[in-house]
């Protein structure tokens, strides 16, 4: 079930690796890295939390800001995965597949893949809009003019804009995918080697 | 239809399930023509994982990572025995009640196998008994993870299905043991069948150390049940203050938790989590789509042409799930079924959602266990060094007791329900 296979790239470990998959590796370290930190953060801010509480002192914006952290900390490591080929899929037919269908199947996957988030990074950019935004007067003129709240939206505890955390989503779109191009090589090149 | 058969054919063709979702719910807003939901897309992504029940989502996982160093497990083993004395079979039966302890610490089926399967397995095969029963036993007590709080598979469900996640693991309680006193017969027969050693009684002074030594380390799940159980701290609290437990125990009395340790446990936690919440992010935005094509209602209208009784219902709901679970995890299929199945069990049956998920859950464990895909079967076989083909075999009669006893929830659905409302 759980997509555990090495990737592809694997059995190439012994070749130079691109570019492509160099940086694609380089970034989901930085973004493990990132998401732990975070997930560090938000634990700490928890049992401040109960400390707090148990001390009479209870600090309201803690659980707003460290569900925030945590959704920060999940696209980020989710892009990672991507590289690490660990989201779940079910593989009943690729096990049953030759080694070549089976390569197939899989760049056909992660083709797919590639879609979504080029759509996903289409619909972040409509949404925040950068262009727009830039040109407008202001941000409140933005909005007025074209409806979109975004910069608007405030948190409910913590005094800041929504805009700053949903500002992850602009990074997973591009990150996640960078990961599904190196992903993408490295099946091209493992059905290469199958050809061969 | 043009959503269904996409949803099933990307399925087949192998595509993370997260990203199927996320697809289905695109495709959907295409051939609708609704595509001013485009733009608060990504929104919905976000917005899905908004919640604070979910936060113990990362932090139990955070737990068992401190679990899997800090010497706990052993502790709680030598206690198990320590306790029981001189019995045939003794050590399988310890290696039951270590799970038994275990599960109130871990979440999760495939964490508590692999951390087990290094401690229960040597030693049983050390006394004598034969490796892959010691494997199977393992793979079993492995179950009772995520049915005795803290479970991985109640959260999920309770943000999915919008239920307090502390009445669903105070549900859990009496099923969990209900399982563990199912498996013990098991154990007994199994013990009859192949001979199993009898365990040696240690002296009283032994004794008297292990309980000592493990004293530290039983803290950890009375901590978690203990702030859950008497209402002091919300789940997502009482896995923070159980994690902070862990680190303190495993550091400070036991000295095996290096600093090392906690810091890579921070980045498998992150890891773990982020493939389960990102489903969960994807799933939030394909449930607007079920509610959009009205599945549910559809759904509902068939069965209630097929039966007006709940429990046949709940039966029927039984066999679907079991073999729902013998292809996907049980964290997917929960996912997938209960924005579909649980407005059709409230509205139309009046099942309350609290005694649906218990069910669903423990119906869903099994699936770890089952061929063709079960993470939980292939974990043990690979840990214990076992063919996965013989070990479900060997697995059946742990399967028979989980079975018996989901038959008995349903027919007595105050197995489930009665600890919620006395507490």
């Known amino acids: ?196 | 239809m043009i959503v269904g058969g996409s949803f099933i054919g990307l399925v087949v063709l192998s595509v993370p399930i997260a990203f199927v979702l996320a697809i289905c719910a695109l495709i959907y807003i295409f051939v609708s023509g609704n595509t001013v939901l485009l733009l608060s897309f990504p929104q919905q992504l976000f917005g899905g994982l908004e919640n604070y029940g979910l936060l113990s989502l990362p932090l139990f996982i955070l737990l068992g990572e401190f679990m899997n160093v800090g010497g706990i497990g052993r502790r709680l083993m030598a206690l198990a025995m320590a306790i029981l004395g001189s019995v045939k079979g003794g050590l399988a039966y310890v290696n039951l009640g270590a799970n038994m302890m275990m599960a109130a610490i871990l979440g999760s089926t495939v964490a508590q196998i692999t951390i087990m399967s290094r401690l229960a397995v040597p030693e049983m095969e050390k006394q004598g008994y034969p490796r892959d029963v010691s494997v199977a036993i393992t793979a079993a007590g492995g179950l009772l993870a995520p049915i005795i709080p803290p479970s991985m598979l109640f959260i999920i469900y309770g943000v999915i299905a919008q239920l307090p996640i502390g009445d669903l693991f105070i549900a859990g309680i009496v099923p969990g043991i209900l399982i563990f006193v199912a498996f013990l017969a098991v154990i007994g027969w199994l013990g009859k069948k192949h001979d199993f050693p009898r365990s040696e009684s240690l002296p009283f002074r032994a004794r008297l150390h292990a309980i000592a030594d493990a004293l530290p380390a039983a803290l950890i799940p009375a901590t978690i049940i203990g702030t859950i159980l008497g209402g002091i701290a919300h789940p997502t609290e009482s896995a923070a203050l159980g994690s902070i437990a862990t680190i303190l125990v495993g550091a400070f009395v036991y000295r095996e938790l290096k600093f090392r340790d906690i810091l890579m446990a921070f980045a498998s936690a992150a890891r773990a989590s982020a493939i389960v919440m990102f489903l969960i992010a994807t799933a939030t935005v394909f449930s607007w789509v079920i509610t959009f094509e009205n599945v549910p209602a559809q759904v509902a209208a068939a069965m209630q042409a097929m039966t007006a009784s709940p429990l046949v219902f709940m039966l029927m709901l039984n066999v679907l799930l079991l073999l729902i679970g013998m292809v996907t995890d049980p964290i997917p299929a929960i996912i997938l079924i209960v924005p579909v199945m649980l407005p059709v069990a409230t509205g139309v049956y009046g099942i309350d959602p609290v005694f649906f998920g218990v069910v669903v859950c423990v119906n869903l464990t099994l699936g770890l266990l089952t061929p063709p895909v079960g993470t939980g079967l292939f974990t043990a076989a690979l840990m214990g060094g076992v063919k996965a083909e013989r070990l479900a075999v060997l697995l059946l009669p742990f399967f028979v007791a989980v079975l018996a006893v989901i038959l008995l929830m349903v027919c007595f659905p105050q197995t489930v329900t009665f600890l919620p409302g006395v507490l």
């Open chain 1, 1 to 196: 079930m759980e997509n555990t296979l090495e990737s592809p790239g694997a059995a190439l470990a012994l070749r130079p690796r691109s570019v492509l998959a160099r940086l694609s590796a380089t970034l989901a370290r930085a973004e493990i890295f990132l998401a732990a930190v975070l997930t560090f953060i938000f634990f700490a801010l928890l049992l401040a939390n109960v400390a707090g509480r148990f001390f009479g002192a209870p600090l309201i914006w803690v659980d707003e800001l460290a569900v925030n952290l945590m959704v920060i900390a999940a696209f980020l490591a989710a892009a990672a995965a991507i590289d690490a080929r660990q989201h779940i899929a079910v593989t009943l037919l690729p096990d049953m597949l030759s080694p070549r269908s089976a390569a197939i199947l899989r760049l056909l996957a992660d083709l797919l893949l590639l879609v979504f988030m080029l759509l996903l990074g289409w619909m972040v950019w409509a949404w925040f809009d950068p262009l727009t935004a830039s040109a407008a007067e202001s941000l409140d003129a933005f909005s007025a003019q074209t409806f979109n709240f975004i910069y608007q939206e405030p948190t409910v505890t913590l005094g800041v804009r929504k805009v700053w955390f949903w500002l992850v989503m602009p990074v997973f779109a591009v990150t996640a995918t960078l990961h599904c191009l190196a992903q993408i090589e490295a099946d091209l090149k493992h059905l290469g080697t199958i050809a061969k």
